[in-house]
């Protein structure tokens, strides 16, 4: 079988149909807010690199803080979800997130620039396992395949925060950017998280009495498949944690754009992965799980390759958006097959190895960029996205489809 069509050992309980609405929505707006406020983080990447006076080596290491602190919570809060329920931790999760972004433009060296990306990485890991778990469940009661709709809406407040931050950058500091980004959050959680609270998850009253007790244990070719899918997941958080940390730098470094401008390039990635997504359901029950994983990592290699080699500007951002409709549809289909297998065990998994790659690829860049140039150094993503579509054309007879 291919990478689709695997049912979970459970039944999903619908709730009533007004309460699924309510919480796609809800959980929607959770979504847009992690983007936008992690869009609004990277587009002052540069500013804060000058602040700081780091190399690009220094600021590969530093930034490895927000994928250390995201791979080291993640397993943590797939606990936690079993525990209270993925609704309260992504309320905590928002909390914690909206406050930790204001703390980077703070510092004045790489040392302690890493130390608070470490929090706001831990904040940022948590929400992402509490809100996809949530997704899941949801995901399983409505009986379509509308994950990408949740991550369209990341995308999409990715792409805002980034015009905003495209806005704001000549004008407004990046403490005060960020500062208004805290105040942002905490509104948006204080409005949306009391509806989240009151919304019980569309599981059966096992499923949590289960998931409240010990770790269940995964069958050895469950645990198998969802390392598959977590192996697909890394592939692909590699290539957005690239674009998110070194899009901007390469646009105004190598291409001589102005701060403005680079943050666009952000912008146009994020774009194309909104609309990527918001057609993702529609292209999964067309295409099915595996022939999208495998057109969408060779599409995202040939933007890729494109985006980082080009020698202007227009053509970089276009690469930009051909890698963004490549890599949009990836995570998502490796999160919720991992979590339709296993629950918040295989969330957690998955999205453990996806940090991973952007756990390696901060660090990795920095120092391809210093050994050889920042554009060659990009190519790496073209290449990890290539052994995504292998690993789906490799999958296709044990995935599920």
Request: charged share 10%; glycine share 14%; net charge positive.
């Amino acid at each position: 079988m291919p990478l689709i069509n695997k049912t979970r050992s459970h039944s999903a309980v619908p709730g009533k149909g007004n309460d699924l609405t309510r919480l796609r929505i809800v959980l929607t707006t959770f979504f847009a807010l992690d983007g936008f406020i992690f869009a609004g983080w990277v587009v002052r990447i540069p500013a804060i690199k000058e602040q700081t006076n780091a190399t690009a080596s220094t600021l590969g290491l530093a930034l490895l803080g927000v994928s250390a602190g995201a791979v080291i919570t993640m397993t943590l809060t797939g606990r936690l979800c079993r525990r209270f329920g993925s609704h309260p931790v992504t309320v905590v999760c928002a909390v914690l997130l909206s406050l930790s972004v204001a703390l980077p433009p703070l510092t004045h060296s790489a040392p302690a620039l890493g130390a608070v990306l470490l929090f706001f990485g831990a904040a940022y890991g948590g929400i992402n396992v509490a809100f996809n778990s949530a997704a899941v469940d949801l995901v399983a009661a409505l009986r379509r395949p509308v994950m990408p709709s949740f991550h369209a809406a990341f995308s999409l407040g990715g792409m805002v925060g980034a015009g905003l931050g495209a806005l704001v950058a000549g004008s407004l500091s990046p403490t005060r950017h960020l500062l208004g980004l805290t105040c942002i959050g905490l509104l948006v959680t204080a409005l949306a998280g009391p509806t989240l609270l009151r919304i019980a998850p569309p599981v059966p009253p096992e499923r949590i009495a289960h998931d409240a007790g010990a770790r269940p244990r995964m069958a050895p070719r469950t645990r198998g498949l969802v390392l598959v899918f977590g192996l697909i997941a890394l592939c692909t958080a590699y290539g957005e944690g690239a674009l998110a940390d070194w899009g901007a730098l390469h646009l105004e470094q190598d291409l001589h754009a102005s701060a403005g401008v680079a943050a666009v390039g952000y912008s146009c990635f994020a774009l194309a992965m909104t609309v990527g997504r918001l057609s993702g359901t529609a292209l999964l029950e067309r295409l099915g799980r595996t022939r999208t994983v495998v057109a969408g990592g060779a599409t995202a290699a040939a933007g890729m390759l494109v985006g980082a080699l080009s020698d202007t500007l227009w053509a970089a951002l276009l690469g930009f958006a051909i890698a963004g409709l490549g890599l949009a549809n990836l995570f998502p289909v490796a999160v919720e097959r991992a979590g339709a297998l296993a629950g918040p065990s295989g969330v957690a998994t998955a999205s453990t190895l996806g940090y991973g790659g952007m756990l390696l690829g901060p660090p990795a860049i920095g120092f391809m960029a210093d050994w050889f140039s920042l554009p060659t150094a990009l190519t790496s993503v073209a290449v990890l996205a290539g052994i995504a579509a292998l690993i789906g054309v490799a999958t296709r007879k044990v995935g599920g489809g």
